[in-house]
């Protein structure tokens, strides 16, 4: 009895291990459609960035989790995508894998130049839910804003881009 409570204590910790390392952060990655398939298991997200003012650049698409700590804090992201800006009638699709279900927010950047800095009069950007931008939140909305809900298959949502 005594053996069996030792094991299971062992595997609850090491899914704890193992959970906490699925949310490691910053891993860079390409854009695998493969993986959003309608025959995917997921998790993942499916992001559609609609808006694009110019075909130049570079577009980067960030994962966060949803908490005030993480949310569009430098080097708390979960997963990048870094590539050309190349969209069919001013859309692009991305599939970002997650971790495991839970909250999310997803951040857009459209570096029209492809400086890799932000020129806020120029460069685009958008986030999960779209809310609005302005310069007096600087384009930054609070997580709360963006936070949306992925599921253990693959979540859809249409990021629009804004420009100031």
Known sequence: MVMVKVA??????????????ALAHGQEIGNDLARCASDAKGPAVLV????????TGKVRVQSYPATKASWL???EWLSR????????????RFCVPVPQ?????IAVRHDRDGN???DISRDGGGFSNNPSLSIF??????????AFYAGPGVTKITINLQYM
């Open 116 to 118: 890799g800095k932000t």
């Open 73 to 75: 804090t430098k080097g």
């Open 101 to 105: 279900p839970g909250r999310y927010g």
């Open 137 to 146: 939140n600087l384009g930054k909305p609070g997580v709360e804003k963006a």
């Open 48 to 55: 559609d960035v609609r808006g694009f003012s110019a075909a």
């Open 8 to 21: 299971r204590g062992l595997m609850v910790a090491s899914a704890l291990v193992a959970s906490s390392a």
């Open 81 to 92: 995508i870094d590539t050309a800006v190349r969209p069919a009638g001013g859309a692009m």
